[in-house]
Nanobody, 120 residues
Framework: QVQLVESGGGLVQPGGSLRLSCAAS????????MGWYRQAPGKQREFLAG???????NYADSVKGRFTISRDNAKNTVYLQMNSLKPDDTAVYSC??????????????WGQGTQVTVSS
């Protein structure tokens, strides 16, 4: 069983910054990729950023240049640095992990989400 725990959300003023963390634990042989998503009220879940096992990254156009994804392999943790935040960035942010377990089966797992509110 795999657990993902997000942290770092909160209330921030427009133009401000936040750094989200997502720590993975459990029966993980290898993390193949991790990503960040968000869902605002009344909207579909939106992909934001992803990072592969070898460090390759990709971003949604809506956050490119403002958000940066990174990872600490030793800690099985992925981060999302968010700068120049806007009220439209208000949402529940969740991380996703795609991995391989010790039986060499592929699996996916989601965190519980952390609220980010951008408001003055």
């Amino acid at each position: 069983q795999v657990q993902l725990v997000e942290s770092g959300g909160g209330l921030v003023q427009p133009g401000g910054s936040l750094r989200l963390s997502c720590a993975a634990s459990g029966s993980i042989f290898r993390i193949n990729a991790m990503g960040w998503y968000r869902q605002a009220p009344g909207k579909q879940r939106e992909f934001l950023a992803g990072i592969t096992w070898n460090g390759s990254t990709n971003y949604a156009d809506s956050v490119k240049g403002r958000f940066t994804i990174s990872r600490d392999n030793a800690k099985n943790t992925v981060y999302l640095q968010m700068n120049s935040l806007k009220p439209d960035d208000t949402a529940v942010y969740s991380c996703n992990l795609e991995g391989t377990d010790f039986d060499y089966h592929l699996f996916g797992s989601w965190g519980q989400g952390t609220q980010v509110t951008v408001s003055s």
